[in-house]
């Protein structure tokens, strides 16, 4: 009758331990799934903005003497967001890129001949335009990544991640220049 009783509890422990791997598991996929989705959905913005900088370095080589090594590193990093080999890398390059549009941008103002060019305008405008974008779909990226990063780096749930091999993932940062700056 013992024997019963303590297979029968064997069995129901068994029960309950795989539920909650099973239910581990798929959480921490759906979590990783969420995060590549959001992605996704800024990716297509993000690599908008990219498209965007072959026209400002030329429109800035045409009206002012800027250092052109600082336009030279944002051609570099528009083609490291293109060719990226993963999410972290991309978002990476994304925040270098940000952080030195939005420098550029700036000094751009202080030149009046540049301001009131009608190719400046429309790229000022069109490049504003993809900012807000970006700005509304990151919160729910850095949602997406932050409960994700939250889930693989939870006890016990840690140890389920490193045997999926996920690592955490990458934050798309908003810029003190974009904190302290209310226009492009």
């Known amino acids: 009758m013992t024997d019963i009783v303590?297979?029968?509890?064997l069995i129901i422990l068994?029960?309950?331990?795989?539920?909650?791997?099973?239910?581990?598991?798929?959480r921490l996929v759906m979590l990783n799934f969420n995060t590549d989705k959001a992605f996704a959905n800024i990716?297509?913005?993000?690599m908008q903005r990219a498209e965007e900088i072959?026209?400002?370095?030329?429109l800035l080589n045409k009206h002012i003497e800027y250092e052109k090594s600082t336009?030279?590193?944002?051609?570099?990093?528009?083609?490291?967001?293109?060719?990226?080999?993963?999410?972290?890398?991309?978002?990476a390059a994304h925040n270098e890129m940000t952080?030195?549009?939005?420098?550029?941008l700036a000094v751009a103002e202080n030149y009046p001949e540049l301001r009131s060019s009608e190719s400046f305008l429309g790229l000022q405008k069109r490049v504003s335009?993809?900012?807000?974008?970006?700005?509304d779909r990151r919160e729910f990226f850095?949602?997406?990544?932050?409960?994700?990063?939250?889930?693989?780096?939870?006890?016990?749930?840690?140890?389920?991640?490193?045997?999926?091999?996920?690592?955490?993932?990458?934050?798309?940062i908003i810029s003190e220049q974009e904190k302290h700056y209310d226009g492009i």
């Open 6 to 9: 303590i297979l029968v509890t």
């Open 14 to 26: 068994g029960i309950f331990i795989f539920k909650y791997l099973m239910d581990t598991y798929n």
């Open 43 to 46: 990716d297509v913005v993000l």
């Open 54 to 58: 072959p026209n400002l370095v030329k």
């Open 71 to 91: 336009l030279e590193k944002l051609t570099q990093l528009r083609v490291s967001c293109q060719t990226a080999k993963n999410q972290n890398d991309k978002v």
């Open 99 to 104: 952080s030195l549009l939005g420098n550029v």
């Open 129 to 135: 335009k993809i900012e807000d974008i970006i700005s």
């Open 142 to 172: 850095n949602e997406s990544v932050n409960l994700y990063n939250i889930g693989i780096h939870q006890f016990p749930d840690l140890f389920l991640a490193k045997i999926m091999s996920y690592k955490a993932k990458s934050l798309l």
